[in-house]
């Protein structure tokens, strides 16, 4: 008797519904929102907040370069700065190797 009282439930767990689909997807999106709101959407913040102190450099801002060298803009060409990072030595930086503009309490 025990087996068939078991079977009968077995038969029963089969014939139940899946729960549909989106009962299924829902802890997958609830996952992504999560990441966007802890990931995504600080990091385009501050590539946004990035993009505009290089579009707001000019001459004779004080800036730190991603390898950490300090210089002062010189001249502002389309896609690269003119540098100087020591008397009489200049370099050709590109716009996106730009760090962080010195702030003027550290340059005194």
Known sequence: MANSELFSLFTLAQAAPGGGGLGQFLPIILLFVGMWFLIIAPQRKRQKAHDQML??????????????????ITNVKDDRF???????TKIELGKGFVASKVAAKEAE
Not at 82 to 88: F, H, K, Q, W
């Open 55 to 72: 579009s707001e450099l000019k001459s004779g801002d004080e800036i730190i370069t991603s390898g950490g060298v300090y210089g002062t």
């Open 82 to 88: 003119i540098v100087r990072i020591a008397d009489n």
